[in-house]
DNA sequence: TTGAAAGCGCTAACAC
DNA sequence: GTGTTAGCGCTTTCAA
């Protein structure tokens, strides 16, 4: 049924390493001995094994590539740089979707990859020192390790240059709407934006309002429906991530508070999303960090030096934030709000 | 430095074949020895090579996925939808990126995967005459062939739903803006919602005006725009997926051509991105595809009879359509129509 | 209940 | 240039 090495050898009149000569581009074969090998090869529709093939190179010529929830909109988007990257660099890629977060000890790594792209989280110490005794190499995008190649962006000053926007807007009473820091996810990345936040407004001489919840847009919309029903409401509120601060604003319209006249709102990541729906957010490089991160994942492999990079980040102004306190003035304004609002009010309805 | 079973073997003082058992949880191993070989496997982490297992068993416990570019919003849903089922199923899931058509035929398969999920794609005769003799088993998400399981929709019956709702609206000029069906990929999709409607249209004793394009927005929003200037332009356009829908949307705005009320725009597929929008379309059930496409899939590879399904379609209206001639009435029209604007012209300037 | 040994399909010395 | 052969790390008879 299978067809081997050896069948084509025996077809071929030649021996299985002439073969493997011929298939692997060895120039130590004559012209002649090439083409009647190739010949069989197309014949009989052979292709090599690959578990063969790493059992006998110990390599695999394959990164793995794991992360929580990758059909989250700025996973989807480091995806397609991963992909990008690690197809350009001759690799497969072998996508572990780790649904529940214990279960990392039991991917079965041994033998499929030669690295490991990590992708908004990282691997406990006991994991990493098994795939260090396996030999497989590591890389973290979105997240850092002293010993580990990254590539990241600095989420506090993230936090910092998305409450400084507010604060110049004029903002004092401002809340933040973020992940569960107690998960076993621990995305680091949502609390060190609130530690930037927090760092920003305390230096204005105010206190940051906390919320945290799972990240998704429900949970994200029920703690800002809270939020605005305080005696002495937020005036602004930075989200953790676009997707949650769609959910604020999902909150904002149901509680008929009028965004960015009574509501300025701000999220982080610019997912395409983000722009569909006008949303002021602080943008990192998703796409070009998932190449990146592949790119140094193959450096690693091949035995470079630990390197690490760090991506830069920009306030990117659309319709969701505005000064305080000015009432709803401007044309643009009054249109950009209401649109908001339709666009929200489909939404809940759909 | 790598840990091997005969390693496993020699410290626990057994024999690889006794390791190997305990592995397999084979129940002829005592007590005794299980707990001691458990115990030498933690203490040295070692974890079988999936390659040499493969080699000898013959089985990867692993599926692949192609799928052209699985970043675009439907491909994302119906993964998740595999990625679920797929686990579920207790096997691997190895997602293999097709940039470029032609590159199927080099899809390093061998000795890799059990079976593969062609996701809105088909391998040509060849490629599937391959992998038979490769004995990989091969289902169909999103697209159909005589001998292969799949799972999919009729097309052509969603191409005339889309279009009767137009007609029930008093729409004769309507117009298809949808795929290239010269492309080496053929989205066979396109092809068939394009013939429904073009059936339904002449039914009703009119003729479609039909545009086709690379699938993405920039195109669809070039072919609408032409169309918006026509002399004699349609007053409702039914674009052949939403992101096209998306870009007839932008062109639209752009002309200052008012929608729904000018204009009525409806798409297929109903992905997220149409929720947020506001779009009118004709929904399919996207992640449940993918999961069911990796069940018949590893019903398949166990040796079960082919099986194909049909998902069923329904129509999801929004705010993008509406009755043929009536002036822009409501002020939920109104606002739904402001609102759309508003949002395509954010988009645009971002 | 256990161990020895024969493959699985390939690559890479090593001889010729 | 080309063939022979010894592994790679595991599973699986077959004996004990």
């Known amino acids: 049924m299978k067809v081997t090495i050896a069948e084509v050898a025996s077809r071929a009149g030649v021996g299985v390493a002439t073969v493997s000569r011929v298939l692997n581009g060895s120039p130590a074969v004559s012209e002649t001995t090439r083409r009647r090998v190739r010949a069989v090869i197309d014949e009989l529709g052979y292709e090599p094994s690959a578990a063969a093939r790493a059992l006998s190179t110990g390599r695999t010529r394959t990164v793995g590539v794991v992360t929580p929830f990758f059909t989250q909109p700025s996973a989807v988007e ?3 740089g991963v992909s990008r990257a690690i197809s350009e660099g001759g690799y497969q890629l072998i996508l572990f979707d780790l649904a529940q977060p214990d279960r990392f000890a039991r991917l079965p790594v041994g033998g499929r990859i030669d690295g490991l792209l990590c ?8 994991d ?4 260090r005794t396996a030999g497989i190499a590591v890389a973290l995008v979105d997240f850092e390790h ?3 190649p990254s590539v990241a962006i600095d989420d506090t000053a993230g936090g910092r240059l998305a409450v400084e926007h507010l604060l110049e807007l ?6 933040f709407v973020g992940d569960d820091e107690e998960s076993p996810w621990a995305f680091q990345s949502s609390a ?3 530690v930037g936040a927090a760092a920003a407004v305390a230096e204005a001489g105010g206190r940051l309002i ?19 029903a305080l005696d002495d409401p937020p005036t602004a509120i930075f989200a953790g991530s676009d997707l949650q601060a769609v959910g604020v604003l999902e909150a904002a319209d149901a509680a008929s508070v009028d965004v960015p006249g009574d509501l300025s709102v701000i999220g982080f990541d610019d997912v395409d999303l983000a722009r569909y729906v006008g949303l002021t957010t602080v943008a990192q490089p998703l796409e070009s960090s998932g190449a990146q991160g592949a790119r140094l994942l193959m450096e690693a492999m091949g035995g470079a030096p630990r390197r690490t990079c760090r991506l830069d980040l920009r306030l990117v102004r659309r319709s969701t934030t505005a000064s305080r306190g000015k009432s709803p003035g401007t044309r643009n304004q009054m249109a950009a709000a209401g649109s908001r609002r339709g666009f929200i009010a489909r939404m809940a309805s759909a």
């Open 78 to 80: 480091r995806l397609r």
């Open 119 to 126: 992708v908004s989280m990282c691997p406990s110490e006991s």
């Open 128 to 131: 990493l020192a098994r795939l």
């Open 146 to 148: 002293p010993e580990l």
């Open 170 to 175: 004029g903002h004092r009473r401002i809340a």
């Open 192 to 194: 060190r934006r609130r």
């Open 210 to 228: 906390v919320r945290r919840g799972p990240h998704d847009r429900e949970h994200a919309r029920s703690l800002a429906a809270r939020l605005l």
